[in-house]
Every structure is written in C-alpha cells, then in structure tokens.
C-alpha cells in the first residue's frame, strides 16, 4: 500500500522560534498533499491543499502567514509553523491521495509540536 | 459541501460484546465511505471501505453497511477485544482527487 513519510515524529520548541514538519510519500509520486491538525480527543480539521509546484490552498481561519507551507517536488511537502506560541501546540499529520480512484487516501506518521 | 454526523462520540462495551458506529452524509454524490482507526498518538489508519455500489462489505470481525437512500453507513465491530480500542472515524468522499470529509470520531473503549 502507499506509504507516507512524516519527520520530526515530535518536536519541542520555544515560543517565537519556526518549525519545520516534512511530509513525504515513499512509495508514489502525489500532485497533492494535505495537512490537518488534530487537538487531543477532537477530530481532524484540515488545514490547507498542498499543490506541486503552486501555492497552497488554505481553508478558511487558517493563517497562511503563519503555516507556511511548500510543496517543491512530487514526493515532498513541507509544513512550516512560523513564530511558533503554545496554541500551536497540537498533532499535525499530512495525507496523500495515491491513485486515481481516491482510495489510496493515506495519512502521514503525525507530528506531535509542543511549544514552549 | 459535504457534513457527516458521526454517533456516537465515545462507546463503551465489555469484551466480547458488539460495537456499532454510525455516520450520515449530506452529498448524494458521495460515493465512497472509508473507516480509519486511530490509536493514541498514531495516524489513522484505513481499515475497512465500501462503495456505492454495495450494500456490506465484511472484513473477519468487522464489517459496514451502507444506505445510499437513508444516506447513512454503519460500522460494526464483532466480539469486540480490548486491542479494538481507539478513535475511529468515518469519512465521505467522491473518489478520486476529492478530499474526505471526516466525521467527528467515536473512542470505543473495550473493557477486558
């Protein structure tokens, strides 16, 4: 099955420092990647579209300022949590789409951001 | 756009006993209804699927059914093991490069 990559598995940063989340798929190459964000006990609540060589799309009450996020290559995605504060603090995990019928939806290993 | 319902939000059951979850959907060109698992600090992970154009699919203990004029779709998990504790999560989608829509979650709690 489609294997999706995501490094750091967790990370603990100060407040007003950046970090990156790489998402990656292993196994196939995806024009699109997504990136959710899970708060303990509460379900996934998706934060933007990560197109291929084009800007992401964003859902609504989403920063782009401030999760900046890169899509450079088929297999790469990157998340970045700019001037990082404790609400920040939370599980993100990517996804990826592998297949045309969209029942290769896979999801990434999560990162688990802690903001000090 | 798309909304699912998902019930309950948390399930308790003793070992051995059954465990229902339920889910409606709002699209009616929604055509594929995957369930994910999710075990603490763990990604999802897909465990069961069905399409539109099936009624069940079953998979050894679990298995879901599906709806398509009620536009609901159930999950049911048989003789229940405490290993079958988690979160799990519906979803909805139209195939292809639609993203799901996930429902909200049911933690199942299987006590020993």
């Known amino acids: 099955g489609a294997v999706v990559s995501q490094h750091p598995s967790w990370v603990i940063c100060k407040s007003g420092t950046s970090v990156k989340i790489e998402c990656r798929s292993l196994d196939f190459q995806a024009t699109t990647m997504f990136w959710y964000r899970q708060f303990p006990k509460q379900s996934l609540m998706l934060m933007a579209t990560s197109n291929e060589g084009s800007k992401a799309t964003y859902e609504q009450g989403v920063e782009k300022d401030k999760f900046l996020i890169n899509h450079a290559s088929l297999t790469l995605s990157t998340l970045t949590v700019t001037s990082a504060h404790p609400e920040d603090s939370s599980f993100y995990i990517c996804s990826a789409i592998k297949g045309a019928a969209g029942d290769g939806y896979t999801f990434g290993s999560g990162t688990r951001l802690t903001v000090v | 756009g798309e909304n699912v319902e998902q019930h309950p939000s948390t399930l308790s059951v003793q070992e051995g006993d059954s465990a229902v979850i339920k889910c409606t959907y709002s699209?009616?060109?929604?055509?594929?209804f995957p369930w994910y698992k999710q075990e603490l600090g763990k990604r999802p992970q897909l465990i069961i699927d069905i399409r539109s154009n099936v009624g069940e699919k079953k998979d050894q203990r679990i298995a879901v059914t599906l709806n398509k004029t009620a536009k609901h779709f159930s999950l049911h998990i048989t003789e229940t093991q405490p290993e079958d504790s988690a979160v799990y999560f519906c979803?909805?989608?139209?195939?292809?490069?639609?993203?799901?829509?996930f429902g909200r979650g049911t933690s199942l709690i299987v006590h020993p």
């Open positions: 699209d009616s060109a929604s055509n594929y």
């Open positions: 979803a909805a989608s139209q195939g292809g490069s639609y993203i799901p829509t």
